[in-house]
């Protein structure tokens, strides 16, 4: 993987829940091999002020299909 490629994070049809994304995006992180980006968005994504901070930050992290 490149090193400024983000992986595809597949969330159409995911539980509209905040924790059930950052869940989602953090898998789809790990499993790319992202660990330290995991870590990462995950500690940013639940110190967000809104849903919307969270879907944000999801677009920074990975490709959201």
């Given at each position: ?42 500690e940013?994504?639940?110190s ?18």
């Amino acid at each position: 993987m490149e090193e400024n490629s983000k992986p595809i994070c597949k969330l159409i049809g995911t539980d509209g829940n905040v924790f059930s994304i950052i869940g989602k995006v953090s898998s789809c992180l790990k499993r790319a091999g992202m660990e330290e980006k995991a870590k990462e968005f995950t500690e940013r994504a639940l110190s967000s002020h809104s849903y919307d901070d969270v879907l944000n930050l999801c677009n920074e992290y990975v490709d959201i299909e």
